[in-house]
């Protein structure tokens, strides 16, 4: 999105159990670990978004759906939301 303030500014999606597209938009080193996210990267890249898992909600089609904070970061949509329920198979340990 812009590389001011240093490290930069970027925007990520991912998409919840219900097939419903997000966006979260935070510096990039929040995103990554390493330096992946400059403005010479070829987009779209993968990345991770540290979260807590807050319970379960049910299994559909043998993959569980929890519900996810992604607040250890403090990141959250444009309009403020962190809490998401996902895929189990969405999660890393």
């Known amino acids: 999105m ?3 303030p240093f490290p930069g500014i970027v925007e990520v999606q991912f998409v919840d159990a219900a097939g419903q597209r997000w966006s979260l938009i935070d510096k990039s080193s929040i995103f990554a670990q ?3 996210l400059t403005p010479d990267s070829v987009y779209p890249v993968k990345v991770t978004v540290a979260c807590e898992v807050q319970g379960d909600i049910e299994a559909t089609a043998g993959d569980e759906v929890l519900t996810v904070s992604t607040s250890p970061d403090g990141v959250t949509t ?3 939301r962190d809490t998401f329920a996902v ?3 969405q999660l890393i340990p």
């Open 2 to 4: 812009d590389d001011e």
């Open 34 to 36: 390493f330096a992946e």
């Open 78 to 80: 444009p309009d403020g």
């Open 87 to 89: 895929k189990q198979s």
